[in-house]
């Protein structure tokens, strides 16, 4: 029997490539045997509808076509069935910042595919986050702070592709302010003022920003990035390093590695979860330990 793979792609990923990124790939599929289920998505929310409802009985996977809002909305759809594991997850990268590719080492499309057909299949952790207005799931950041200013800004320039990431991180860290947080790390408890606090479950978010290089999808861990107090001079210098990883090495910045986190402040302020502006505070981040597979 040949193998079926569903497939949700994004038409308007990474400015309108995902149609054009499918037929770059189905032949790579035809020539192993493999027969395409396609869906595509007509709307914000609509993917997670699709992998949260899809008849997967005899399908060898399910992938997604797009960049990090499409993969997040395949995983929160994913993690709303009943064995979310049931089938693997295959990223196939058609957006702007492609988080959890850069973090597989695989931004060709072409390349992702013959992974998908290889079949070699890891364990994916999913971060649950709860607030009081429900539960999400990320796969690649959890930011609070600064890391919502700057998703803001780059939405806004989103017409400027990829190197709108890059802009806005500039602009936002130019202007920076500390904001009051109680944050809760494994139990310990801190209240003080905070530039920006951001759980990662990939090494890389944005593009090429190496925010978390000692991240791993497969860890059972939250590596959680916090800036207390810093120099605008000293923000530039962070921006100008975290593209190596590097910026790991400067005073202003607090690396830990934690299996639950939980942020609350004064006022009720948003968060960026996986790119997207969503929940508000308080809320707890736990990781679920190998909640999907994915090509790798």
């Not at 038409?11 to 189905?26: D, N």
């Not at 600064?146 to 802009?167: F, H, K, M, P, Q």
Request: aromatic share 4%; with cysteine; hydrophobic share 45%.
């Amino acid at each position: 029997m040949p193998q079926r793979l569903a497939i949700i792609v994004n038409p308007q990923g990474g400015a309108g490539r995902g149609t054009a990124i499918l037929e770059q790939v189905r032949p790579v599929f035809a020539a192993a045997g493999m027969e395409l289920e396609v869906h595509t998505t007509a709307g914000r929310g609509h993917a997670s509808e699709i992998a949260a409802t899809l008849d997967l009985r005899g399908c060898t996977g399910v992938c997604s076509i797009g960049g990090d809002g499409t993969n997040h909305e395949v995983v929160c759809g994913l993690m709303r069935r009943a064995h979310p594991d049931e089938v693997p997850l295959g990223i196939i990268p058609s957006g702007t910042g492609n988080s959890l590719a850069q973090h597989l080492n695989c931004l060709d499309p072409v390349s992702a595919a013959k992974k998908i057909i290889l079949g070699n299949i890891v364990p994916l952790d999913v971060a649950r986050v709860s607030s009081d207005g429900g539960v999400e799931h990320s796969i690649n950041i959890v930011g609070w702070g600064a890391a919502v200013d700057i998703n803001r800004t780059a939405e806004r320039l989103r017409w400027l592709g990829s190197v709108r990431y890059s802009l806005a991180a500039l602009w936002e860290i130019l202007r920076a302010r500390r904001r009051s947080l109680r944050l809760t790390l494994d139990g310990q408890v801190t209240d003080d003022k905070f530039h920006m606090v951001l759980a990662c479950n990939t090494r890389f978010t944005g593009k090429g920003m190496q925010l978390a290089p000692r991240a791993e999808i497969d860890d059972r861990l939250l590596d959680v990035i916090i800036v207390r107090r810093a120099t605008r001079v000293q923000m530039l210098q962070l921006f100008s390093r975290v593209f190596d990883g590097s910026h790991m090495n400067l005073p202003i910045v607090e690396y830990r590695q934690v299996t639950m986190m939980e942020l609350s402040s004064p006022g009720c302020e948003p968060l960026n979860i996986d790119g997207e502006l969503k929940r508000n505070l308080p809320i707890r981040v736990e990781m679920v330990p190998a909640a999907l597979r994915i090509f790798a």
